[in-house]
């Protein structure tokens, strides 16, 4: 009868939020209760996997993954790059105080056991696959690995449990197996692809070996953190406006396509580095990305009175609000985690069909009946990361 009551309450709260345009959302309740729809929506009762697409769409192709054969196939459940979605949320969630029981719960018995099916056991160095081990082989992408390896690592660090520490150890394997001299060193993209060295590979893979260096105080990880940075920024930074470019070619040529998970984990690299060195070049660096970043990413809508996020992948905004956060962390400066927080209370009211799941479209002129599981995952991760900083 009290979780009766409790889940009552909670759900009398949450349906009153959108009615109420000057009250703050509580970004805790919003995370929770998305992470439950998606659960309810994505999920099934036979496994612990997830669908890429809710309602499941037959006709889906995966473009993201460079390989017309593989995205032909019809795919009955999430690629590994959406379901490490629901691991950074769960990771998220866990890291509320009051929530770290329940959610370290569901990483262990939900997230954890339907990302054992993305392991690949069969190609060494062990590391996971773009599609489930029970499907034809698919390719292995670093920078998948290196979004599991960040997630192992955060567990480990909130949690201390020494299975988690163990799965990103293996997990820096693999990346450190996607190196080469060439181009002077960078880790390509794709391990059956090795054409490019993207800044989706190489900075979060800084972000990732400092994390690692926090878990182990062994230094070499703090090295390898530090090269990666340097050589991302030598090699992938625009010096016109500080942000980045997507990728270069083993021929040298640069694909100046930019997106804000790139520029994102460069900030966050930059602000660990300034944390762990208390070098303040790293911080002067950081502060310029994080203004690059909201000049860029954001713009002014008539009738708000804040930067509204433009359309993209709205998981790559949440990656770039990781870096934003470290950087808050570092000098107090909460202009970037406000217009954050504006954002997120707009989304809550504007942007959610009747079933509680989220439009991608900022703009609100584009609902599309189709959700996709990054997409929420995403949103979780923001309103958890938000809660945590008590906004």
Known sequence: MKLFSFCAVLMIQLCIIPLCAQEKVPFDLAASQTMKRIYQFFGNSDNRLLLE???????????????????????????????????????????????????QKILDKKVLIGLHVYRDEKRLPVGYASYLNTAAASDRFYDDNIWLGIDFTDSYLYTKKDVYLTKAKEIWTFVKSGEDSLLGGGIYWCEQKKESKNTCSNAPASVFALKLFEATKDSVYFLEGKRLYHWTKENLEDPTDRLYWDNMRLNGHLDKAKYSYNSGQMLQAAALLYRLTKEKHYLIHAQKIAEACYSYFFQDVTGQDFKLLKNSNLWFHAVMMRGFISLYEQDQNPKYINVFAKNLNYAWRYMRDEKGLFYADWTLKNRKEKKDLLDQCAFVEMYARLAKLNY
Request: proline share 6%; aromatic share 20%; net charge positive.
């Open 53 to 103: 697409k809710y309602p499941f769409d037959e006709n889906f192709k995966a473009d993201y993954l460079n390989n017309n054969e593989q995205a032909a196939q019809q795919k009955k459940y999430a690629y590994l790059w959406p379901f490490s979605g629901s691991f950074s949320a769960v990771n998220a969630l866990m890291e509320l105080p009051k929530q770290k029981k329940e959610y």
